[in-house]
């Protein structure tokens, strides 16, 4: 049987999910983090599967692929306007699901609980939108996928790399009706910071929430929650608002975030998604401050899926070199720094409420009005954009660097 105490865990159920006898569990941990629990240990037919699905213990070595690189905009405004960047994740959803296929990906339940969810309609895809920065409850999903598989239905399935590799671990075979989608994925937060932060908010009346609402645009978007009439009845920025702030910090971050064994440059996935934040080094038509993805195309699937995306006209795409793409990249190949308070902000998170948390770690001090000043007034007066971008080059300038060194 696996051994757990071996593993930097991620959560993925992919142990849980196989085990035929359910000797593993996926239970809340300290952190609030769902982690594979053995229970009836007695139960154990030594079977071996939960060691052979379990992507950490069987991480593969990078293998190069199709590699292809675009910037892309979906067409439809109102959906980028809600999409974290540019929309592509719903375009290639849009076209999975007029094939009658099911997507998966992370929603709020009705009490703000990030959770995998499926979905067969357009309709209901505004709920799979936009990034949630918290662990997303995966449990009883990837057996769920594999039923639909094998109904030959249509699977497009989109979440974080150690979901993604999870789920084909899993799997343990390829299936044709499967599209996988990764984002590039800077970590993910406790639920129970989650939870916190939303016990500071409970007073306002909210419908939806958004982590990357574009209220001052694209560069500078905010957490925003809507009230049922569709008002913005909260935003801040990622200097202001609390959650941001504590995911920012790498403080809340699962323990496997740190080092982070699917920070890879070629994925297994079909599709990798990402921001792209100054589209206007590969084509300035893309530089309209509404949001812009990076796709990288992995698989002759993933191709296959984007000519449609094309013929179905539903995105507006440049092509680049992946290279290009990926350069500057940090967060797709580098795990985050852990923050010196994680420990004790989780152990605390057990201990106070969440004004008393969010008060202890992340008071409105001096620096962040400060900060906040300092950004609107570049807003106002039209430099914030260019102070991006200048800061954009010169970190890509020392990636590519660093790049040309090895
Ligand atoms: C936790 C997380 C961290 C990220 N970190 C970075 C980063 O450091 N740098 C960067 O350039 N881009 C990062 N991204 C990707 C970026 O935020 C957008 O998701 C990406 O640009 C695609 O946006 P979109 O406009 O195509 O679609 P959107 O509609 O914004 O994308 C939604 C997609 O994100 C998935 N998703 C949302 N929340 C979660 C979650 N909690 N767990 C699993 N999947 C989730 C949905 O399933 C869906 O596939 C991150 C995304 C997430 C979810």
Known sequence: ???????????????????PKNVILMKKDNEGFFSPVIVNEERCVQCGLCEKACPVLNNEPEKKNTDLGYI????????????????????IAISVLREKGVVFGAAYTDSFEVKHIEIDSEKELWRLRNSKYVQSNIIGVFARVKELLNNNIKV???????????????LLKEYDNLILVDVVCHGVSSPLIWEKYLETKKDIEKEKIYFRWKHYGYKYSTMSFFDKKGSEVYHSGVESDKMLRAYFSNSCDRKSCYNCVFKKRYRVSDFTIW????????????DDDKGTSCALINSEKGKKYFDKIVSLDLIKYFQVPADDLTHANKEMVDSVKKSEIREELLQDARLLSGNELFEKYYPVNFLSKIKKIFRLILLRIGFYSTVKFLIYRKRRKKTIGKHNEK
């Open 275 to 286: 921001d792209c934040f100054q589209p206007r080094f590969f084509n300035k038509s893309f």
């Open 156 to 170: 497009c399935f989109s979440g974080t790399p150690c979901q993604i590799e999870g789920l084909k671990h899993f």
């Open 72 to 91: 892309v905009q979906i067409r439809d405004e109102e959906i980028r306007k809600e999409s974290a960047s540019g929309g592509m994740f719903s375009a």
């Open 1 to 19: 049987m696996i051994n757990l105490s071996k593993i930097d865990c991620v959560g993925c159920t992919s142990c849980s999910s196989i085990c």
